[in-house]
């Protein structure tokens, strides 16, 4: 039996040294798929420890198939259920994104090789893109956001969404149509 295993066996029983040892394993792909999911860290900080209360509470329903799978299944109802109690409309951008953004934008100006008109034009771009992205469907944009931004699989993902793997690509292909024609609208419209 590995140490992760005997650690896994540990939470599952509550073990509270265990709990923050399988917290530090998952953290930050944990709090990376909240922030993509809610795009505003307040929001990644509330559901990422929502997530982490409900795993907790509910460990003894873990059985041993795929923690990471089982971690995020649970953090993407809990996105979906608070947005759907509180029907928020998602934000694009919020003030500490919008200001990280900009520290980023100007560190990369300085320490870039290429000149500033074209970091600019890259950056609008990628706002541009996460903006499309936000705007998708979450049937679309959770999977995209998990294949692309979290580099699941497609197997892990239907895993997590517990739909079928032709299911994950469809949805995917969807999302990047759905995202070349909102692109197309935006350049051409």
Request: glycine content about 4%.
């Amino acid at each position: 039996m590995s140490s992760t295993d005997i650690i896994m066996n540990n939470f599952i029983l509550g073990d509270t040294d265990a709990v923050g040892e399988v917290v530090d394993l998952y953290k930050d792909d944990l709090y990376n798929l909240c922030y993509r999911l809610t795009m505003n860290r307040n929001d990644a900080d509330d559901l990422f420890q929502q997530t982490w209360v409900k795993a907790i509470r509910h460990s003894s329903k873990f059985k041993n198939a795929g923690f990471k799978s089982w971690i995020y299944r649970i953090c993407i109802n809990q996105f979906k259920d608070d947005y759907r109690r509180r029907k928020l409309k998602r934000r694009y951008f919020q003030e500490e994104y919008a200001e990280m953004e900009s520290k980023e934008y100007l560190l990369s100006v300085v320490n870039a090789d290429c000149s500033a008109e074209a970091e600019f034009e890259r950056q609008q771009e990628r706002k541009s893109l996460l903006r499309q992205i936000n705007a998708l469907p979450d049937k679309q944009r959770v999977p995209m956001v998990l294949h692309y931004f979290q580099q699941m699989k497609y197997e892990d993902i239907a895993r997590t969404l517990r739909i079928p793997k032709g299911t994950v690509k469809s949805r995917i292909n969807t999302a990047k149509r759905n995202l070349r024609s909102m692109l197309e609208g935006e350049i051409y419209g």
